[in-house]
């Protein structure tokens, strides 16, 4: 797919927002449509199915992390991007950004040539272009893209550096990755990563994923919202 027909869906109550980040994409040749809140942002997904959305967080009548938790429950959607675009940089408001199903989190203010740097490495993550991810993998050892996963030691590589994995974080990532493209229900990972004998708290897989996040980057586990996780 060429660059000239993605559609880009911005969400944002400032009109001066849009227009300048509109003017830019459109420059880039992307198709661009966009909503004032995210009620308005949710409808024109589901008639234009946008391959990357980008949400401000703060917006009137429902905002960016709402839109985002009802954009992730829309199948068509599974393949869409979606990244925060907003002056609120705290941890916190990025921890919810990203459990709400987000793919990525950009902070205000920023510089048109990086945004548009940006935006093209999140298509790249779209399932267009990369609908299957090779994996090669023997006995011990599983290689995917950056990243290999040496089951013997516990250990990972990713971008050249090696670390070694509290188990359980070790086991959510090796099961992710053991089927890239694959929706792991919250359910699954439960019996799969703890046993059906263990009993753990709702939060338990949320803060693992939040752990191997900032361990692997944000690029490679995405949320369903009210689904479950895939390795991307």
Same mark, same amino acid.
């Given at each position: 797919m060429s660059d000239n027909i993605f559609k880009i869906l911005l969400v944002d109550d400032e009109d001066d927002i849009i227009e300048f980040i509109s003017y830019n994409l459109k420059r880039e040749g992307y198709k661009v449509y966009s909503a004032k809140n995210g009620i308005e942002a949710i409808k024109i997904a589901e008639e234009e199915i946008p391959n990357l959305v980008i949400l401000d967080v703060m917006m009137?009548?429902?905002? /960016?992390? =709402? =839109?985002?938790?009802?954009?992730?429950?829309?199948? =068509?959607l599974n393949n869409t991007v979606i990244a925060? $675009?907003?002056a609120r940089g705290e941890d916190y408001s990025q921890i919810a950004g990203f459990e709400a199903g987000a793919d990525d989190y950009i902070t205000k203010p920023?510089?048109?040539?990086? $945004?548009?740097?940006?935006?093209? =490495? $999140? $298509?790249?993550?779209?399932?267009?272009?990369?609908?299957?991810?090779?994996?090669?993998?023997?006995?011990?050892?599983?290689?995917? /893209?950056?990243?290999?996963?040496?089951?013997?030691k516990y250990m990972i590589r990713i971008n050249s550096e090696d670390m070694i994995l509290p188990r359980k974080e070790f086991e959510l990532l090796s099961l992710l990755v053991s089927k890239p493209g694959k929706v792991f229900t919250r359910e699954e990972i439960y019996y799969?990563?703890? /046993?059906?004998?263990?009993?753990v708290g709702d939060r338990t897989i949320d803060v693992h994923i939040r752990k191997l996040r900032e361990k692997i980057g944000n690029d490679h586990i995405k949320t369903l919202k009210g689904i479950g996780y895939k390795f991307v």
């Amino acid at each position: 797919m060429s660059d000239n027909i993605f559609k880009i869906l911005l969400v944002d109550d400032e009109d001066d927002i849009i227009e300048f980040i509109s003017y830019n994409l459109k420059r880039e040749g992307y198709k661009v449509y966009s909503a004032k809140n995210g009620i308005e942002a949710i409808k024109i997904a589901e008639e234009e199915i946008p391959n990357l959305v980008i949400l401000d967080v703060m917006m009137q009548e429902m905002d /960016g992390i =709402a =839109a985002c938790e009802e954009l992730r429950k829309i199948p =068509a959607l599974n393949n869409t991007v979606i990244a925060f $675009l907003t002056a609120r940089g705290e941890d916190y408001s990025q921890i919810a950004g990203f459990e709400a199903g987000a793919d990525d989190y950009i902070t205000k203010p920023i510089r048109p040539k990086v $945004l548009v740097s940006r935006v093209k =490495a $999140l $298509l790249k993550r779209t399932g267009e272009i990369t609908t299957e991810v090779p994996v090669i993998q023997d006995s011990s050892t599983v290689a995917i /893209g950056s990243l290999m996963i040496d089951k013997e030691k516990y250990m990972i590589r990713i971008n050249s550096e090696d670390m070694i994995l509290p188990r359980k974080e070790f086991e959510l990532l090796s099961l992710l990755v053991s089927k890239p493209g694959k929706v792991f229900t919250r359910e699954e990972i439960y019996y799969s990563v703890w /046993g059906d004998n263990v009993v753990v708290g709702d939060r338990t897989i949320d803060v693992h994923i939040r752990k191997l996040r900032e361990k692997i980057g944000n690029d490679h586990i995405k949320t369903l919202k009210g689904i479950g996780y895939k390795f991307v």
